[in-house]
């Protein structure tokens, strides 16, 4: 059973997916990915990828899911931080392929909630989610970069406690999926639901680009999904512990990470840097 829901969630059943359509793959996927390439190698070719972020945009999540781990066959990974909509993509990928892979970027400075979730998560679908954690502990971190690093410098803290380990969890595969929204950020809002990842080099899926927050909360409830407890005391957007705070009536639900700050990316989604 999912986890107790709060007077601020959604109580309505979310609303039927449309039946699956059966999408027709366009291409072998033949050969591993080097670890240095760029679009040109891909094993879609730019115009196909082209083809299906403009061919899946009308699609439904589930729908955009089944063409891509079916085109990708094994080398397709989801990445999650366990908010709201990596719940549903987990749902929705499980149902699809139980043999999906799914990863964590585990900064060492999660919320108990977050753990305490992560292993409901698993324990609920029988699975194992990879877990990266960064090439430093945060006792190093302290040593080699002086304390409270997020506070004097958070994207440095975001370099080496998720761009660092996000390379290495993207290794050996041609495509990941994310759980980004357009309207999350305005880095977001051109998201593709399938693009070319110029920083990452491989193919890019954002199944959930056109929802919206209550589109997802929808699925979540509707299918009696377990989520973070801290969603139900105003944590809309919920990351690290030093970096996230809840948010008021009225603010933007990005508003409580890195709060008094121009920054509202932690740098995994972007052109090199961390958005700020």
Same mark, same amino acid.
């Given at each position: 059973?999912?986890?107790?829901?709060?007077?601020?969630?959604?109580?309505?059943?979310?609303?039927?997916?449309?039946?699956?359509?059966?999408?027709?793959?366009?291409?072998?996927?033949?050969?591993p990915?080097?670890?240095?390439?760029?679009?040109?190698c891909?094993?879609?070719?730019?115009?196909v990828i082209?083809?299906?972020?403009?061919?899946?945009?009308?699609?439904?999540?589930?729908?955009?899911?089944?063409?891509?781990?079916?085109?990708?066959?094994?080398?397709?990974t989801?990445?999650?931080?366990?908010?709201?909509?990596?719940i549903?993509? %987990?749902?929705?990928a &499980?149902?699809?392929d139980? *043999?999906?892979? &799914?990863?964590?970027?585990?900064?060492?400075?999660?919320?108990?909630?977050?753990?305490?979730?992560?292993?409901q998560?698993?324990?609920r679908?029988? %699975?194992?989610i990879?877990?990266?954690?960064?090439?430093?502990?945060?006792?190093?971190?302290? &040593?080699?970069?002086?304390?409270?690093?997020w506070?004097?410098?958070?994207?440095?803290?975001?370099? &080496?406690?998720?761009i660092?380990?996000?390379?290495?969890?993207?290794?050996?595969?041609?495509?990941?999926?994310?759980? %980004?929204?357009?309207?999350?950020?305005? *880095?977001?809002?051109?998201?593709k639901?399938v693009?070319?990842d110029?920083?990452?080099?491989? +193919?890019?899926?954002?199944?959930?680009?056109?929802?919206?927050?209550?589109? +997802?909360?929808?699925?979540v409830?509707?299918?009696?999904?377990?989520?973070?407890?801290?969603?139900?005391?105003?944590?809309?957007?919920?990351?690290?512990?030093?970096?996230?705070?809840?948010?008021?009536?009225?603010?933007?639900?990005? *508003?409580?990470?890195? *709060?008094?700050?121009?920054?509202?990316?932690?740098?995994?989604?972007?052109?090199?840097?961390? +958005?700020?």
């Amino acid at each position: 059973m999912g986890t107790a829901i709060g007077s601020g969630r959604f109580s309505a059943i979310a609303e039927a997916l449309s039946p699956l359509v059966q999408l027709t793959r366009q291409s072998p996927m033949n050969s591993p990915r080097s670890s240095v390439y760029d679009a040109s190698c891909s094993p879609l070719p730019n115009d196909v990828i082209q083809e299906a972020g403009d061919r899946l945009e009308d699609r439904t999540p589930r729908e955009i899911l089944t063409w891509a781990l079916k085109e990708f066959e094994g080398r397709l990974t989801l990445a999650t931080g366990f908010g709201a909509e990596g719940i549903a993509l %987990i749902d929705m990928a &499980i149902k699809i392929d139980r *043999a999906v892979d &799914i990863f964590s970027l585990d900064t060492g400075f999660f919320f108990p909630e977050t753990y305490e979730l992560w292993d409901q998560v698993e324990s609920r679908y029988g %699975i194992k989610i990879r877990r990266l954690t960064p090439s430093v502990s945060p006792d190093e971190q302290d &040593i080699q970069h002086g304390p409270r690093l997020w506070e004097r410098s958070p994207d440095q803290c975001c370099a &080496i406690r998720k761009i660092e380990p996000l390379g290495r969890a993207l290794e050996g595969y041609d495509g990941w999926i994310t759980a %980004i929204r357009r309207d999350q950020t305005r *880095a977001r809002e051109n998201s593709k639901v399938v693009e070319w990842d110029s920083r990452w080099n491989l +193919v890019k899926v954002n199944p959930l680009a056109k929802w919206t927050s209550r589109d +997802v909360w929808r699925y979540v409830i509707g299918n009696d999904l377990s989520y973070n407890p801290l969603h139900d005391a105003g944590y809309a957007s919920i990351g690290c512990v030093h970096c996230t705070r809840a948010v008021s009536a009225g603010e933007d639900p990005r *508003a409580g990470r890195w *709060a008094g700050r121009h920054k509202t990316e932690c740098g995994l989604h972007g052109d090199g840097a961390p +958005v700020a």
